[in-house]
């Protein structure tokens, strides 16, 4: 409960989060996955571990937690879709974080609908250090309904091949080994975000950091 207390509270702190907004979690040693609860405030996760966190089955079925009678995250089939489909494949990545970092979400709303391997080659491009932090790149979906079967469906799709996952309008996903992993993959994509907003606000993104030192990079995280 330490690690996602931790991360949430990095979550609150970096303004990602909003009323009763994002969702963590974190597949255990067990096989029960920690999920934080439906309308839980991410700023209370840390002072109120009991009430705002649970450990729930494969298949969402609530373990343990949930004190005062709380429900799993709207958005558990995302989670649970992802984690058991990297599970499956026998990756090692066991957790998922959703926030909602503004300069990613502003950069959607300036480009328009971008695919993932244009959000991808901008982000990479602008700081050598996302390379390494998530060489596999960002996938893009298209709008959808929050906690919707299609929006976990696609997600987990798209984390077969990627690190992290852009919601326009919504937020940005990401999985990692850890959950602190997940939380600077998210940190270090919403800095390349912030650093496009502002060359575009200026004037204009005049500069790319090199294909072959950002495929250089990515080689050094393998």
């Known amino acids: 409960m330490s690690q996602a207390a931790y991360v949430c509270d990095e979550l609150y702190r970096r303004g990602w989060t909003e009323a009763i907004g994002g ?43 949930f004190a005062g009678g709380g429900c799993p995250t709207s958005e558990l089939g995302s989670h649970l879709t992802t984690l058991n489909m990297l599970e499956a494949d026998g990756r090692c990545e066991r957790a998922m974080l959703h926030c909602h970092p ?55 799709e798209q984390f077969k091949t990627r690190d992290l996952v ?21 940190d270090m994509a919403e800095k390349a975000a912030g650093i496009a907003l502002a060359a575009l606000q200026a004037s204009g993104i005049n500069s790319k950091l090199p294909e072959a030192i950002v495929n250089a990079t990515r080689a050094m995280a393998k």
């Open 23 to 65: 969702n963590v979690s974190l597949r255990m040693e067990c096989g029960g996955t920690l999920v934080t609860v439906s309308g839980c405030r991410i700023a209370d996760v840390s002072s109120d571990p009991q009430r705002c966190l649970g450990v729930v089955d494969s298949q969402g079925e609530v373990v343990s937690g």
């Open 102 to 156: 503004p300069a990613i979400l502003a950069l959607g709303v300036t480009l328009g609908e971008m695919t993932g391997e244009a959000l991808t080659e901008l982000l990479w491009s602008m700081h050598t250090e996302c390379g390494l932090i998530f060489p596999r790149g960002v996938g893009a979906l298209g709008a959808m309904v929050p906690g919707s079967e299609e929006l976990g469906a696609k997600t987990a």
């Open 166 to 186: 852009f919601w326009p309008h919504h937020g940005l996903a990401a999985i990692g080994k850890t959950l602190v992993e997940a939380y600077d993959r998210i």
